[in-house]
């Protein structure tokens, strides 16, 4: 099946350092890719749409200058944080849907979780 | 896309058998209805996805009326090891998917 992977699974990092996190399609190509948000004890936000080749599309309330999104080939999306937070502490999820697939199914990381101190 | 409802939680045994009931009134045309489970600390993963009808996999079954108003996804002999979110969405084409509340079903011994 299609396998999505993050990298990293868990990092911590200092107040005002940028962190980058990986999303690779596995075995499929995904020309789209999403970036969600999860708080503890709450439903998936998503943050934005990145998309191959072009710039991403960030869903309304999330700055665009702060979550950098790069999705420089068909298998690969970063996002990174910059100038991280304690508030921006979350599990950062990333799903894609594979090009050439009938079904109209998207596929999820196994997420990353952030803890900024 | 349209908006899901589906209860936040719902009680239930150890080898019982769980429905999780899901409205979606102002489903189009394009819509699929497709559910994911997630456990703690981890991505949702694809449980099952279907148009209209019913749709069965080694996982669940997922029970469609004609007027595809709503959804049933059902859970055969749940386990402690079920206990996760079970999120139902609408999923059309590349266009992004919409969190709701997701269920969560507590199971008892």
């Known amino acids: 099946g299609a396998v999505v992977s993050q990298h990293p699974s868990r990092v911590i990092c200092k107040s005002g350092t940028s962190v980058k996190i990986e999303c690779r399609s596995l075995?499929?190509?995904?020309?789209?890719m999403f970036w969600y948000r999860q708080f503890p004890k709450q439903s998936l936000m998503l943050m934005a749409t990145?998309?191959?080749?072009?710039?991403?599309?960030?869903e309304q309330g999330v700055e665009k200058d702060k979550f950098l999104i790069n999705h420089a080939s068909l298998t690969l999306s970063t996002l990174t944080v910059t100038s991280a937070h304690p508030e921006d502490s979350s599990f950062y999820i990333c799903?894609?849907?594979?090009?050439?697939?009938?079904?109209?199914?998207?596929?999820f990381g196994p997420g990353t979780r952030l803890l900024v101190l | 896309l349209a908006k899901t409802t589906q209860p936040i939680s719902m009680d239930s045994y150890e080898g019982q058998e769980v429905n999780i009931t899901c409205s979606h009134n102002?489903?189009?045309?394009?819509?699929?209805i497709t559910w994911y489970q997630q456990f703690p600390s981890q991505g949702p993963r694809f449980i099952i996805q279907?148009?209209?009808t019913k749709v069965t996999n080694e996982v669940a079954s997922l029970f469609i009326p004609a007027d595809r108003k709503s959804s049933t996804l059902s859970l055969p002999r749940v386990s402690l090891s079920d206990t996760a979110v079970y999120y139902c969405?609408?999923?059309?084409?590349?266009?992004?998917?919409?969190f709701g509340t997701g269920t969560r079903p507590l199971v008892s011994p």
């Open positions: 799903s894609a849907r594979p090009a050439d697939m009938l079904q109209e199914t998207q596929y």
């Open positions: 075995d499929f190509q995904a020309t789209t």
């Open positions: 990145s998309n191959e080749g072009s710039k991403a599309t960030y």
């Open positions: 102002n489903i189009a045309t394009n819509d699929y």
């Open positions: 279907g148009y209209k």
């Open positions: 969405l609408l999923a059309r084409g590349f266009q992004k998917l919409v």
